[in-house]
Structures are given as structure tokens and as C-alpha cells.
């Protein structure tokens, strides 16, 4: 599966939009983006998944350029509540895969 | 629809015990994966199954763990005569058939004195 790089770290305010980028330069022609958010003591939670260009759900938007070589979780007008870890992950769509967690990126928000 | 369960959500075992760690998938779901956390980092992949079946246990350790997903029942992660090393979050999480994307439940916290 292919290997993903995002920032270690990020700060945001309250209110402001939230752009964060993964590489995955080795992603498959089989293979998607998806994306966790884990909060302290709790489980991973679904975001989202894309294959190319623009996903969108209630919780988040997906940018998918056309090399697939990147991504980038978009969340708009965070809160407080968004402070979590978020993993990018490159997954084939198909039951039995073993998820590859790198350590995401540490996102705090402030007021 | 419920999530995925799993308990106890904390355990606390002394060295050389026995830790038993359940998981009931999503309904409707038929894949079970295991996870492990250790502090400040990525949740490692340890075993996936299906009904009576272990898939992929690739990422278990080759003694002391095993798992199981019997035809009735929660999925079972069994791992005897735990050490310190041990201590970690377990997490489990479910799929669907032909599907990829995992649901995660809310973990058990092992830890081992």
C-alpha cells in the first residue's frame, strides 16, 4: 500500500477553514484516499473517502487533483470540537484490507 | 443501528494473567479487524476475520495472542500471560462484504501492573 506523509502539527482558530495535505506519490491505480479523525480515548471515525477530484460530505471536502499524488482534507469554520488527530490513508476498495496508520496529523483549535 | 462494541473498556491485569478483549460488530457486518495503539502513535494492524475463519493474522504477535469470531458470539482477542509491554489500546473495528471502509469501536484500554 502506498506509504502517506501529512503534517505532524497544525494550529487553527475557531471559525477558520482547515486545509490538510497528504502526499501519497506511490498511490495505486486501485487505491483510494480515506480519511480518520481520532479523538483522545475514543476509536478512529470515517471522514471521508475519494477517488479523484472533489468529495463532499456534512463533515468535510476532499480535493483529489488528477495525479492522485496528494490530497487534501479540507474542514470548514472548525470549532473546538475538531482538536483530534486526522490520518490520511491510501486503501483498495475491498473488504480484508489491513488499515496503515502513520501518526496523523495533530490538529488543535483555539477560541 | 448500534456501532461497533466492544468490553470492557478498561482492563487491568497483573503481569503473567489472562487478558480476554470482546467485539461485537456493526449489524450486518461479517469482517472483523483487531488493532493495536500504543501512546503517541498509529494504530497497528494485528488480525482480520471473518466468521470462524482467521483471514490475516500478520500483524499478531506469534505467541501469547490469539483471536477468534465464532459463529454465535462477540469476536474474542485473547492474550495470556500479558507483560508490561502489552499495555496499549485494543481497538476493533467492522466491515461490511466486498467493502473497505472500517468502522471502528471505542477501544479496550489494557493495562497490565
Known amino acids: 500500500l502506498a506509504k502517506t506523509t501529512q503534517p505532524i502539527s497544525m494550529d487553527s482558530y475557531e471559525g477558520q477553514e482547515v486545509n490538510i495535505t497528504c502526499s501519497h506519490n506511490n498511490i495505486a491505480t486501485n487505491d483510494y484516499i480515506t480519511w480518520y479523525q481520532q479523538f483522545p480515548s475514543q476509536g478512529p471515525r470515517f471522514i471521508i473517502q475519494g477517488y479523484k477530484t472533489k468529495v463532499t460530505n456534512e463533515v468535510a471536502s476532499l480535493f483529489i487533483p488528477a495525479d492522485r499524488k496528494s490530497s487534501t482534507l479540507s474542514l470548514p469554520r472548525v470549532s473546538l470540537s475538531d482538536t483530534a488527530v486526522y490520518y490520511c490513508l491510501v486503501v483498495t476498495n475491498q473488504a480484508g484490507t489491513a488499515l496503515i496508520f502513520g501518526k496523523g496529523t495533530t490538529l488543535s483549535v483555539s477560541s | 443501528n448500534a456501532g461497533v462494541m466492544q468490553n470492557p473498556r478498561h482492563l487491568v491485569r497483573r503481569r503473567g494473567q489472562e487478558a480476554r478483549l470482546r467485539c461485537s460488530p456493526m449489524?450486518?457486518?461479517?469482517?472483523v479487524y483487531w488493532y493495536r495503539q500504543l501512546p503517541e502513535e498509529g494504530l497497528k494492524f494485528m488480525v482480520y476475520?471473518?466468521?470462524?475463519?482467521?483471514?490475516?493474522e500478520s500483524g499478531m504477535p506469534k505467541e501469547r495472542f490469539s483471536a477468534e469470531f465464532p459463529k454465535e458470539g462477540p469476536s474474542i482477542l485473547r492474550i495470556q500471560q500479558v507483560v508490561r509491554g502489552d499495555s496499549a489500546a485494543y481497538f476493533c473495528?467492522?466491515?461490511?462484504?466486498?467493502?473497505?471502509?472500517?468502522?471502528f469501536g471505542p477501544g479496550t484500554r489494557l493495562t497490565v501492573l
Open positions: 473495528a467492522s466491515s461490511t462484504e466486498g467493502a473497505d471502509t472500517q468502522y
Open positions: 449489524k450486518g457486518h461479517s469482517h
Open positions: 476475520l471473518q466468521k470462524e475463519n482467521i483471514i490475516d
